[in-house]
């Protein structure tokens, strides 16, 4: 199965802010508001933001690394329409040589990020054509977009 569709990869654009909900040792969940972008080369979502390698999320991903990102939307209210996607996968704790670049808060960000690879993603309201809900799973080695 592959990764995003082209409409979906339009949508996540668009987007610049998504929930990340992560688990900690105990079982806790934790969801916040991150920061993140598409990231082509790896066929990865990436959350950034300031700080990232002190919080908790970070420390959740380095024992449970399952993650769940949900990314939404009010398209219109009359008529209601929502959109939006909700991606899990396997996280990894990534430090890079400079900050994730693309953003307007580029000064803030930290050079640690959470870079996740899809291995469900539920979408909604993304494609005009389609209609309902719409779940795939994305293999491993099969993240290549359509």
Not at 6 to 25: F, M
């Amino acid at each position: 199965m592959r990764s995003f569709t082209k409409a979906e990869l339009e949508y996540l654009k668009g987007q610049r802010l998504g929930r990340l909900a992560t688990v900690s040792p105990d079982g806790a969940p934790q969801n916040n508001p991150v920061g993140f972008h598409y990231n082509p080369e790896a066929r990865s979502l990436d959350i950034h933001g300031r700080y990232m390698g002190a919080t908790r999320k970070w420390a959740n991903i380095h024992t449970n690394p399952r993650v769940a990102l949900v990314i939404d939307d009010i398209a219109s209210i009359d008529p209601w329409r929502v959109r939006g996607m909700e991606i899990r996968g396997e996280a990894e704790a990534m430090v890079t040589a400079i900050p994730p670049k693309g953003s307007v808060y580029d000064k803030t960000l930290s050079n640690e990020i959470i870079r996740i690879h899809p291995r469900r993603i539920i979408s909604w309201g993304i494609d005009p054509t389609a209609e309902g809900m719409h779940k795939r799973n994305v293999e491993p080695d099969q993240r290549s977009v359509s």
